[in-house]
């Protein structure tokens, strides 16, 4: 290996880093982790606000945490549900590869490909700024892609991933404050996915 090039190489060009991990659960881990998750997450619809309107959303999600680590986002307060086994297993894991500890994390099921979520930045308030998020993938594969908030002026192109069955993604430094990311709708996918985001919370309520 060439001494001066780190063996993870950063996915964007400028202005953060993103690291990606296809394989970081065994084909056999991923499928039993999806299996536990699809059962014992007590799965809701989302409520977010869309031009000033509460709309439902068809994917699902839970918010996780330890005491203390409310989120609010579209303006609803979220209240964490305390750690199960499975997810502290994986979080332990992660935690480890990302050399950081995370206080929350943000589940979400897409039942199919019609399921998507628009161009948005983890900013909110309350989470550290510029810490890192883990992003661990289960299920049907799907695209993510990463748009500079420049990126008209700058002629920056888009940077499209691929988040397979058991991938790990970090996404460190600047990137929330400076890049927004998406997961498209594809009327390919007609299998679900589970993805996962571990993140830190930095106004803990006790
Ligand atoms: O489903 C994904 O891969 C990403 C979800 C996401 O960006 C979020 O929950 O903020
Ligand atoms: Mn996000």
Partial sequence: MDLFQ?????????????FYYPSFF????????????MKSIPWQHDEVMMFGKKIITKRKVAWYGDEGCSYTYSKILRVPISWNETLLEIKNQVEEKANANFNSCLLNLYHDGSESMAYHADDEPMLERNATIASVSFGAERRFLFRHN??????????ETILSNGSLLLMQGEIQSIWKHALPASKKIITPRINLTFRKIVTVSR
Avoid: C, H, M, Q
């Fill in 150 to 159: 420049n990126f008209r002026e700058n002629k920056i192109p888009v940077v």
């Fill in 26 to 37: 065994t084909r056999e881990k991923s499928d039993f982790y999806f299996d536990e998750l």
């Fill in 6 to 18: 780190s063996a993870d190489s950063n996915l964007i060009p400028l202005d953060g880093e993103l």
